[in-house]
Each structure stands twice: as structure tokens, then as C-alpha cells.
């Protein structure tokens, strides 16, 4: 693949098991990826063929019984690199929300039905971005000092002295004892304050109408659109690197779909992100994407700009997969054949049982991924993947 440093995150031959009571299920094998600087990555493929498992080795968060036995995942963060896998949990809840972000499908599974909107928007403000609010409130205090008359100017200085403390150590044993005194925590509702404006400055971002008033909202007042904007808004509140959306839109109706997709390319050019989007849906794809990975069977088969995609497919899958969508007027095909169970995969390349162009080789050589165009990958022997 080319050079890393065209790249923020790339994956080299990941390899993951699940060992289940039924027998080891090999869910990645050898996946390859590469996400450029804010850019929209399509992640396509059939149910069960590795899309969700891969987005959340990128966070080292596959549950147990999986494991990851191979590979590299590299993210870039200025001139560092960083190996995922290499690192201690501490380390890793840095990154999770901070470098990476996450979006699924089911938004309401994710808000906590007993806060509201602005409490739980809050809350992964002061986790991730305390240090900014505080600034901001201290820059509040220093304006209201100007004006102040010389009992408010004592009580203002004690404010600021508090939130430079909660600066250096948040935890600190002056400022929990101050948080109870009455006159004396006013510098928690400055702080307060401060939390609400970047609230709905980020609900607006989101283009949620009459954003106070939402903020003020339980979970269970939210249509199923909202609700998934204002994830969104979770997940882009400290301004990741990365976004993995996965599925985001699929519980959705059509006109909301549009919206939220429309949304997600708006918030990509304001926040500069990098998004992995993850979905079944060739039309989104089509609608979204820069780039696609059209992953099989645990494994990233093709790889190539969206148009260069649509218009020259090379991998058998993917053109199976073109030539599944409806369109009127045209007969519908289907792929033959199912996914494979990955418990005892088949040997080769993976997809040999359903491909209409199967050599003597394909059961029994992996075809290698390799660069047949510019920038554009596949794995299967009809390009040379044997060599
Ligand atoms: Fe078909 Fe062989 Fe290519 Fe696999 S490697 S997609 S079986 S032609």
C-alpha cells in the first residue's frame, strides 16, 4: 500500500478469532485499510463479512471471546504514530472519544434515558474538553472583573483562583470543598454556563431546530432522527480525527436518512474528520463516500476511489454486488450462494464457491491485496493477487 503518511490510520493484515463453544470462528483475516486525512471511507459488504468487528478493533474493543492474533493498526497524531494494539487501556480511553469517535445504529441505545440532552452533552465536555471550558470561564471572570465594584472584585478573584485550581487538578481537595459553599461555588455556574453555550453551539452544528429547548430534552422526547444527531453531536464533541459511523442511518425513514447524510458530509468539511462509514447500502456509498472497501468474509477484497468503484469494478463480489442493485426496467439478480460460515472458512480465496470465475487455484491460494491501478487494490487471482 502506499506510504503511511498519506494516511491517519492504517490497518495492516489484521487477523481476529472468536473461540466460541461451537469452534473458532476466524472473523478477520488479514484485513488491509487505509484511511486519508478527511476523507469518507465506505466499509460495504453483507451482513456477517467483518464490517462492525473491524470498527471496533480500530478502538481495541472487541469483546471477549474475541481476540486479535495479527496485524498492525497505526494512527497518526501530528508526527507520532501510534499502535493501537500496543497500548494500555489508560492510554486507549485517551484515544477513544478524543482521536476516535463512534456513531451506531441505534442512537436511543446510547443516551441514558434519565438525563437530559444538555447533561449528558455536558458530561463528554467536561471529560474531554475541561481545560477549554475552564479557559473560557476564566476569560468571563476577567471581563466581569473590570466592571466589578471592590466587594463583587473579591469574590471574582476567589472564582478565577478556584477554576485555575480545577486547571492544574479538577479532583482537588480545595475545589471539592469549595463546590459546597454557597457564594463561593458561583464558580461552578459560571462553569455551568459556559458547559450550556457549547451545548447548543454544538446541537445548532447539528442543525437541530431550536436548539435550548432540545438541550433541555430527555431521550424519550426525541424523534429517532434527533436522537442520532445528537449522538453525532457526542461523538463530535472533541473534534476525533477519526468517525466511525456504523450504519447510522439504517432504523431511519428515507427523508430523515437524506438529512443525516446530508448532515454527516456538512459536518465533515466543518470539522475536518476523517470518517469510516459502514454500511450495506451501496446508494449511500454512492451519495457519501471518496473512497470504498468492499470487504467478504473477513477480508478487504477491493479498495478504490468511489467512481473508479462504480465505473470498473474489478473484483467478481464487488460486480456481483453492482449488479444486485434494483433498478427498473432491468432484470434483479442476486449473488448466488451465502456467506460462508467463518468456523472452517473455505480455503483460498473465500468467495470460490460463489464466484462465476473460479480457477483451479482460487480453493487453495489466498489471493494477495495488491495496487493494480492507481490506488485502487483487490485480492483476487484474475489481477494477479497469486503472485
Ligand atoms: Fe473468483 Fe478466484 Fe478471484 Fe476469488 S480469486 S474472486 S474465486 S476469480
Redesign the pocket.
Known amino acids: 500500500m502506499s506510504s503511511f503518511d498519506e494516511y491517519i490510520l492504517s490497518i495492516q493484515g489484521l487477523i481476529l478469532r472468536f473461540y466460541t463453544y461451537e469452534g473458532i470462528v476466524e472473523a478477520l483475516d488479514g484485513v488491509n485499510l487505509n484511511i486519508k486525512p478527511a476523507e469518507i471511507l465506505g466499509l460495504v459488504g453483507e451482513t456477517g463479512c467483518g464490517k462492525s468487528v473491524t470498527s471496533l478493533s480500530i478502538l481495541n474493543l472487541v469483546p471477549p471471546p474475541g481476540r486479535i492474533e495479527g496485524g498492525e493498526i497505526t494512527l497518526r497524531e501530528g508526527e507520532k504514530t501510534i499502535n493501537i494494539l500496543e497500548q494500555h487501556e489508560d492510554f486507549l480511553r485517551k484515544i477513544r472519544g478524543n482521536l476516535i469517535s463512534m456513531i451506531f445504529q441505534e442512537p436511543r441505545a446510547y443516551l441514558n434515558p434519565v438525563f437530559t440532552v444538555e447533561e449528558q452533552l455536558g458530561e463528554v465536555l467536561v471529560q474531554h474538553r475541561l481545560g477549554e471550558l475552564l479557559n473560557s470561564t476564566i476569560q468571563k471572570i476577567d471581563m466581569e472583573l473590570e466592571k466589578a465594584d471592590k466587594l463583587k472584585r473579591h469574590l471574582l478573584m476567589l472564582h478565577k483562583k478556584l477554576c485555575l485550581k480545577m486547571l492544574k487538578n479538577p479532583r482537588s481537595l480545595s475545589v471539592r470543598v469549595a463546590s459546597k459553599i454557597p457564594l463561593v461555588n458561583g464558580f461552578k455556574s459560571k462553569l455551568r454556563m459556559e458547559i450550556r453555550k457549547k451545548v447548543v453551539e454544538l446541537l445548532k452544528d447539528m442543525e437541530i431546530p431550536d436548539p435550548q429547548r432540545v438541550a433541555r430534552m430527555y431521550p424519550h422526547e426525541l424523534s429517532g432522527g434527533m436522537a442520532q444527531r445528537v449522538v453525532i453531536a457526542m461523538a463530535l464533541a472533541c473534534n476525533p480525527k477519526l468517525l466511525i459511523a456504523d450504519e447510522p442511518t439504517t432504523n431511519l425513514d428515507v427523508t430523515v436518512q437524506a438529512q443525516i447524510l446530508h448532515l454527516i458530509r456538512v459536518l465533515r468539511e466543518k470539522y475536518k474528520s476523517s470518517i469510516l462509514y459502514i454500511t450495506h447500502d451501496l446508494g449511500v456509498v454512492a451519495e457519501l463516500c471518496d473512497r470504498v472497501a468492499v470487504m467478504y468474509a473477513g477480508n478487504v ?1 477491493e479498495l478504490a476511489d468511489v467512481y473508479e468503484i462504480f465505473k470498473n469494478p474489478l ?3 464487488t460486480r456481483a454486488l453492482l449488479e444486485s442493485i434494483p433498478r427498473p426496467g432491468k432484470e434483479f439478480k442476486s449473488i448466488p450462494g451465502t456467506v460462508p460460515s467463518l468456523i472452517n472458512p473455505p480455503s ?12 483451479e ?3 487453495k491460494v489466498k ?1 494477495k491485496f495488491i495496487e493494480v491501478g492507481k490506488d485502487h487494490y483487490v ?5 494477479g ?2 503472485k
Do not use: T
Open positions: 477484497v473484483h467478481p463480489y483460498g480465496c473465500r468467495f470460490h464457491d460463489r464466484c462465476q470465475f473460479a480457477m487455484i482460487c480453493n489471493p485480492a483476487c487471482h484474475l489481477f493477487g497469486g
